[in-house]
């Protein structure tokens, strides 16, 4: 229960930082969390917490919350009453409708909020406005992942479950910093390792997981497809594959073989790197030993080719006969805690919650006559569209939810411009960030910890997110800031509350949620699809081979190079990710004492080759430029990255990596190469 005398409490809650949605108990003392500790022999985590889960907390008390809407008043912000600031978001939204019609508007919804906020503002955008301009920062990490394998499986999502790590016998880990990024996962496949499970790691950096592979394959930025192909050729010139999985289960082998028979190891050492001999090991190691459980993160989806590379993920566990079973799958590392729910809640610009289309008339009568009214059907912008939009004059309201897309976008110095260019722009956020500075209205939110909701995890896991303490100031949680614009754009909304908005409407429209009611995830949580209120929820999906839409998809794939890659002006390849103590822009844990005293600032990780070469000593600050921007950042010189790559991340503005990052995109997701541009380094 929520505390309030000054004697402790504990309110069980769901981490608000990774994807593996760590259950935790905030122990309460006057009004204030004071301590967060780890919920025993609750899944997944069985009283696991990582340095973020456990510390990163402080920001909630922060004295820089924002506690009151704020209106722009020329180049600075004044204080506002909630019904000035509401009715002037309400009148702005109405009159841009009126005259330029409902595409005119945009929302980018929250991966960090409870679904329940997440259900309230794409129902803002479609029934209120009548727009599906909705989406949210999956865009930007796993809208490949969504695509690939709805596309291979018929289901966006992870296939497996986190208890199966355990007793799991082999791991192939791709593209994945995880114990950086998903820490606590990442101690699952270490002890797992320990207790005699194989584990192979294909990056291009030696990174922390690296560490305690088996076999290490350094591949190249940009060339896994390649490389699973080439895998996929000595299973399949050698016989290896699971033949009778394939016939019963799959479609569009032919195809593959084809393409595949392009990609003999010989050719594919020279496309990644990874030495012939090393490619046969492999893929005989993992016809082997069967099922393994193939796990990825960002370096498979941040490239202009990431749904390819999702697909070839989803083609080698097919041609294994490794989907389906225990022990086995093809598992997404999600990134944001609730990004899997954002999804699932339809703040995406096809879909509806539960994934069902808003180009499906039957979907679509379905919501209309729920919602009252009538819906678009032609899917809405993506993130990217969105913010060009703003430039060229098609989108004039952009209503940016928990987001700092000034900071999470690639090429700042475009995103800021177009901000710039907007005709009015709202923000709901619990700080001020870069983001809000191009804000017109600001709406200040209830965090973490102080509303009632859930979030989603990796695993399909819908969990409990509970109110410890109250908002400060007049801060709201964020579905009723959207009901109340919705209220005053002439819609009333019945559910007041995250348990309404889940059990009366989220569960019935969504079949994939029929079963889940909050009284059913009171310890923990359930994992979807729960057809009903009796089915004990999905650990594994594609049970048998038997796909979501039938039978599974093998695609044939060619590889194709980065957008960008390097030159004689820039020579360096940069690749970005995450570091173990900071969360993204730093929003929260930027905010968190302990967590700034352990990471300061950012760096440029480069090899002792490249630094030797070029003179640089180690913390020595250097530039590093694009073709797009240049920070000045201090060298660090490890040898986890080879020569030839730079490494760096975006937690912090200065230095931030998108500085440079390239804007260029995956055809079907619009999802940005964060983890490929060509760049050069200047010594100072
Ligand atoms: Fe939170 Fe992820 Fe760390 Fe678990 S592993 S405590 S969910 S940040």
Redesign the pocket.
């Known amino acids: 229960g929520l505390a309030t005398g000054s004697e402790a409490k504990k309110v069980r809650t769901t ?1 608000p ?6 259950q ?1 108990w905030l122990h309460v003392k006057d009004g204030r969390v004071i301590k967060v500790t780890a919920v025993e022999e609750g899944a997944p ?1 069985l009283g ?3 340095v ?3 510390f990163g907390y402080d920001f909630i008390h922060s004295p820089e919350r924002l506690t009151h809407p704020l209106i722009r008043d020329g180049e600075a912000f004044r204080k506002a009453s909630w019904d000035e600031a509401l009715d002037l978001v309400a009148e702005k939204f109405k009159q841009i409708k009126q005259l330029h019609g409902p595409d005119a508007l945009a929302g980018i919804s929250c991966a960090r909020s409870i679904n329940e906020d997440s259900y309230n503002m794409q129902k803002l955008f479609r029934a209120t406005i009548g727009t599906n301009n909705i989406d949210h920062c999956a865009r930007t990490c796993h809208a490949p992942t969504v695509a690939g394998l709805a596309r291979a499986f018929g289901s966006g999502a992870m296939t497996n479950s986190f208890a199966e790590v355990l007793g799991a016998k082999l791991f192939f880990v791709i593209g994945s910093n995880m114990t950086e990024a ?4 990442s101690t699952f496949v270490k002890q797992a390792v320990r207790n005699g499970a194989e584990l192979i790691v294909a990056d291009p950096r030696f990174n922390g997981i690296a560490e305690h592979a088996h076999t290490y394959m350094q591949i190249k930025v940009g060339s896994d497809v390649a490389l699973i192909n080439g895998m996929m050729h000595v299973l399949i010139t050698e016989e290896l594959y699971d033949r009778d999985y394939v016939i019963a289960n799959t479609v569009g082998f032919d195809e593959l073989r084809e393409v595949v028979m392009q990609y003999p190891p010989e050719r594919v050492a020279e496309i990644s790197g990874v030495p012939a001999e090393t490619i046969r090991a492999v893929a005989r190691k993992m016809a082997a030993v069967r099922p393994s459980m193939l796990m990825y993160t960002l370096g498979i989806t941040e490239h202009t080719c990431g749904v390819n590379n999702v697909l070839s993920c989803a083609n080698l566990q097919m041609l294994l006969g490794n989907v389906g079973v225990e022990y086995g799958g093809v598992n997404p590392l999600r990134g944001q ?1 609730n990004v899997q729910g954002a999804c699932d809640m339809g703040a995406l610009p096809a879909d509806y919650p539960g994934y069902q289309k808003v180009t499906d008339a039957a979907s679509r009568a379905k919501f209309s006559q729920a919602w009252g009214v009538e819906l678009p059907d032609t899917p809405g912008l993506m993130i990217p569209d969105m913010i060009d939009g703003l430039e060229n004059g098609t989108v004039k309201a952009l209503y940016v939810f928990g987001e700092n897309i000034a900071n999470t976008e690639p090429d700042i110095n475009h995103v800021e411009h177009c901000l710039r260019s907007a005709e009015f722009v709202v923000c709901n956020d619990i700080f001020e960030t870069e983001t809000t500075r191009f804000a017109h209205v600001v709406l200040p939110a209830a965090a973490w910890s102080e509303d009632d909701g859930t979030f989603t995890n990796a695993e399909r896991r819908v969990s409990r997110v509970r109110k410890a303490v109250e908002p400060p100031g007049e801060a709201k949680p964020n579905w009723w800031i959207f009901k109340e614009i919705a209220r005053r754009m002439g819609q009333e909304w019945a559910s007041a509350s995250g348990q309404e908005i889940w059990d009366n409407e989220v569960a019935p429209l969504s079949p994939i949620f029929s079963g889940i009611r909050y009284q059913r995830i009171e310890t923990d949580g359930l994992q979807w699809p729960v057809p009903d209120e009796d089915h004990p929820g999905t650990t594994i999906m594609h049970k048998d081979g038997k796909f979501t839409c039938g039978k599974g998809n093998l695609s044939a794939l060619e590889w194709a190079p980065p957008a960008e890659v390097p030159d004689e002006e820039y020579p360096f390849v940069l690749s970005t990710g995450r570091r173990l103590y900071h969360y993204h822009t730093r929003t929260q844990t930027g905010r968190c004492e302990g967590l700034n005293t352990l990471l300061g600032s950012e760096t440029a990780d480069i090899s002792a080759e490249d630094a030797n070469a070029l003179g640089i000593g180690q913390g020595e600050k250097i530039r590093v430029v694009s073709r797009r921007g240049s920070v000045e950042v201090a060298a660090r010189i490890t040898g986890q990255v080879p020569p030839g790559l730079v490494w760096m991340a975006f937690h912090f503005r200065e230095g931030c990596a998108n500085w440079l990052t390239n804007p260029a995109f995956d055809p079907i997701s619009k999802t940005a190469e964060f983890k490929a541009c060509a760049v050069r380094l200047e010594k100072l």
């Open positions: 981490c930082y990774c994807g593996v949605g760590c935790q985590n696991r917490l990582c973020k889960g456990r998903h820490p606590v996962a805690n």
